[in-house]
Nanobody, 115 residues
Framework: QVQLVESGGGLVQPGGSLRLSCAAS????????MGWYRQAPGKERELVAR???????NYADSVKGRFIISGDNAKITVYLQMDSLTPEDTAVYYC?????????WGQGTQVTVSS
């Protein structure tokens, strides 16, 4: 079993920044396979950014140049630094850990971008 706990969401004005954290515990020993997804009201859940095997990363086109995913293997924690936020970034952000055998999700954290 793996537990994922997100934090750092909130209300921010357009152009502002937020940093999300996802702390993992249980049967997980590396941040490889961890990532961030989001779901806006009335929309499908979508990939935001993820850390792949070998610590390479990939991002959704909509967040490239604005968001950065990083991680700490010692703490088994991943972060999502979000800059230049727009109202279109408003969503519930979920942490996910996935490998060949398992697929776990966190409970989500709300990010609202509004003036």
């Amino acid at each position: 079993q793996v537990q994922l706990v997100e934090s750092g969401g909130g209300l921010v004005q357009p152009g502002g920044s937020l940093r999300l954290s996802c702390a993992a515990s249980g049967s997980i020993f590396s941040i490889n396979g961890m990532g961030w997804y989001r779901q806006a009201p009335g929309k499908e859940r979508e990939l935001v950014a993820r850390i792949l095997t070998g610590s390479s990363t990939n991002y959704a086109d909509s967040v490239k140049g604005r968001f950065i995913i990083s991680g700490d293997n010692a703490k088994i924690t991943v972060y999502l630094q979000m800059d230049s936020l727009t109202p279109e970034d408003t969503a519930v952000y979920y942490c996910r850990y996935r490998n060949l055998a398992y697929d776990y999700w966190g409970q989500g954290t709300q990010v609202t971008v509004s003036s």
